[in-house]
């Protein structure tokens, strides 16, 4: 087996694990690598791309659907890790052992069946490949590479030396104790080379034998530590290595689980083959078998840092070991969300909201759970009342949004906005933008009176204008009243939408005082010309100035909202149902693209002698 890991080896990622890359990238960082450990992701849900950072520098990491593509596109990469669920990891595994250029396999999930787990490792061996795993945490070549979350925190692969090579090879049955055996060695020695936790289960796909083999080859590692455990005979296979002279470099060797003697019945531990089915699986006869092939074993688990230390002092001082070139690793920049999460730094919002928060487990409105308001039998009234004026409105407020909302919904197709939109449809767009046509449409000529209307009558009365004052003042400006006149209806003919909207208004408001100011105008400008009365438009905006002051707010408030364009927005709302209404309408009829005729256009082009 060559080395399997160098500081220009490259990976596929399969699954989207992007904590784990970016934890990959960091101990790239600090151990001076000058390429990323990651060529790309497969993820089977969806191809793209993914931002991660190298070191403070943001990098694209690509995203293809399929391992195969994958690996076409990054014939380099010669690793993958396997990230795929127990359901789906037997078949990704076989999926990468059939490409050429992956030859080495970490499989990270528990529970492959094990009958599975004995055809992945068949055909590893056939094909002459590597399969770390399955159930593993990974391991790390020290300053080189690093599988998936194998070593722990920046500040533990740190302390525990894993951004440079140091002199052991590491090879151990547990992941949970691997970490505390980079701890140990770091300690007692110069540093793990290579640590590989080949995983708990009954059949993993490489063995402690093999990896200690492995680093028998590799001439930077100087003595082996293993960990085994109860269960299984694996072990047996280094006793026989041990005797055959297979393995030549010192080998520390404990095997966890000899407190099992102390229980009446057989124990069970976390891993799938942490059990002894007879007196050779237990920790107790491998370690006595270890230590008499020739393996330096200590009295507990407690001894593995004195023996480590004995055998390293003693090789350090016959010069076996190398000199390791020690290097302060760099500081990984801290992630922006973690400095502001700790209230490190400060920083300026973007954005302000007052009236929405999403970050919890549920979106509030208001400040109001939404299952608060579901449960409690809220109207969309009452969720405009908080998400525009950010009040608990009472019924009579919320019935009369709706009943707003209710009569401006739609005033048939040839009004400018559901005539654009039905023009858009059936030039075959999609809804939202015939939608977008459509309600690109209201103004000043279309809608835009309601704010018009609220605005001008609001500071008429307020100035204490009287009606013929106001009329006046208005001629002198040359502008004309909004919310006054409509083509159709007049005083003879008034307009229902108007009667339903006053009569509500007049039965269930406190007040109605800008909507009686409005109706003293309407006397004036009606005596004039019967058509001039006050439209839908102008009772609308009216009565909503008397919604707001009748709720509690101010008049400053209210002129804020005015401005900010709160009473059009009803309109607004409102008239997109009918909007909507036209475009499905014209969809479901399958009309034609819609063209002018001729005869409804007046040609009326320049004269020769005009050009």
């Known amino acids: 087996m060559k080395q399997l890991f160098s500081?220009?080896?490259?990976?596929?990622?399969?699954?989207?694990?992007?904590k784990a890359v970016q934890r990959m990238l960091d101990f790239d960082y600090i151990s001076q690598r000058k390429i990323s450990s990651i060529a790309c992701i497969v993820d089977p849900n969806g191809s793209g791309i993914e931002t991660v950072f190298f070191g403070s520098e943001e990098i694209i990491i690509p995203v293809y659907n399929t391992i195969s593509d994958a690996a076409k596109h990054h014939p380099d990469a010669t690793v993958m890790i396997n990230f795929a669920s127990y359901r789906s990891a037997f078949e990704t595994t076989v999926q990468a052992l059939d490409i050429s250029t992956i030859e080495l396999i970490a499989v990270i999930a528990e529970g492959i069946p094990e009958r599975k787990e004995r055809i992945m490792r068949t055909l590893a061996k056939e094909?002459?490949?590597?399969?770390?795993?399955?159930?593993?945490?990974?391991?790390?070549?020290?300053?080189?590479?690093?599988?998936?979350?194998?070593?722990?925190?920046?500040?533990?692969?740190i302390a525990s030396k894993l951004y440079r090579s140091g002199s052991?090879?590491?090879?151990?049955?547990?992941?949970?104790m691997l970490n505390e055996m980079f701890n140990i060695i770091a300690r007692a020695a110069d540093g793990i080379n290579e640590g590989i936790a080949i995983g708990g289960d009954r059949y993993p796909c490489s063995s402690l034998i093999d990896h200690l083999l492995h680093h028998e080859e590799n001439e930077e590692i100087k003595f082996h530590v293993m960990l085994g455990e109860v269960g299984g005979k694996e072990e047996y296979k280094v006793v026989e290595a041990l005797r055959n002279g297979k393995i030549k470099k010192p080998l520390i060797a404990w095997v966890t689980g000899t407190c099992a003697k102390i229980f009446p019945t057989e124990v069970q531990f976390g891993h799938a083959g942490a059990r002894a089915g007879g007196e050779k699986e237990t920790a107790d006869a491998k370690n006595i078998a270890l230590k008499e092939?020739?393996?330096?074993?200590?009295?507990?688990?407690?001894?593995?840092?004195?023996?480590?230390?004995?055998?390293?002092?003693?090789?350090?001082?016959?010069?076996?070991?190398s000199k390791i070139k020690e290097f302060t690793p760099p500081d990984?920049?801290?992630?922006?969300?973690?400095?502001?999460?700790?209230?490190?730094?400060?920083?300026?919002k973007e954005f302000i909201t007052t009236i929405s928060d999403d970050r919890g487990e549920e979106v509030k409105y208001a400040g109001i759970p939404l299952s608060q308001i579901i449960e409690e039998g809220k109207s969309i009234g009452d969720i405009i009342g908080l998400l525009w004026l950010k009040k608990k409105l009472p019924e009579y407020a919320t019935?009369?949004?709706?009943?707003?909302?209710?009569?401006?919904?739609?005033?048939?197709?040839?009004?400018?906005?559901?005539?654009?939109?039905?023009?858009?449809?059936?030039a075959g767009k999609d809804l939202v933008s015939s939608l977008a046509s459509g309600m690109l449409t209201i103004g000043p000529r279309f809608g835009g009176a309601i704010d018009g209307a609220g605005h001008y009558f609001k500071w008429a009365k307020d100035n204490e204008l009287t009606p013929k004052k106001f009329v006046d003042e208005m001629k002198k400006k040359n502008t004309p009243i909004p919310g006054i006149g409509h083509r159709v209806k007049s005083i003879r003919n008034p307009d229902k939408r108007v009667e339903l909207l006053k009569n509500y208004a007049k039965t269930y408001f406190p007040k109605t005082e800008y909507l009686d100011y409005?109706?003293?105008?309407?006397?004036?400008?009606?005596?004039?010309?019967e058509n001039l009365i006050l439209n839908v438009d102008g009772c609308t905006g009216v009565l909503l100035v008397d919604l707001m002051k009748s709720i509690g707010f101010s008049n400053e408030e209210i002129e804020k909202r005015i401005n900010a364009g709160v009473l059009n927005a009803f309109f607004v709302l409102g008239r997109s149902i009918g909007i909507i209404g036209h475009i499905i309408d014209q969809k479901l009829l399958?009309?034609?693209?819609?063209?002018t005729p001729y005869e409804d256009v007046l040609y009326t082009l320049p004269k020769k002698e005009e050009l």
């Open 293 to 321: 092939a020739g393996a330096i074993v200590p009295d507990s688990f407690d001894g593995l840092f004195e023996k480590t230390k004995e055998v390293y002092n003693n090789l350090k001082s016959r010069s076996i070991t």
């Open 590 to 595: 399958e009309t034609k693209l819609y063209r």
């Open 127 to 157: 094909k002459e490949k590597i399969i770390i795993g399955p159930a593993t945490v990974g391991g790390i070549a020290a300053g080189k590479f690093r599988i998936g979350n194998a070593g722990g925190s920046v500040e533990n692969l």
């Open 399 to 426: 019935k009369f949004i709706e009943l707003v909302i209710e009569i401006v919904a739609d005033h048939g197709p040839c009004v400018s906005g559901a005539h654009n939109a039905i023009v858009a449809a059936r």
């Open 168 to 176: 052991v090879g590491l090879v151990t049955k547990s992941g949970g």
């Open 7 to 18: 500081k220009e080896t490259q990976s596929i990622i399969y699954g989207k694990q992007l």
């Open 332 to 348: 990984i920049p801290i992630d922006y969300k973690k400095v502001i999460k700790e209230g490190i730094i400060r920083h300026h």
């Open 518 to 529: 409005a109706l003293e105008v309407e006397k004036i400008t009606t005596a004039k010309k």
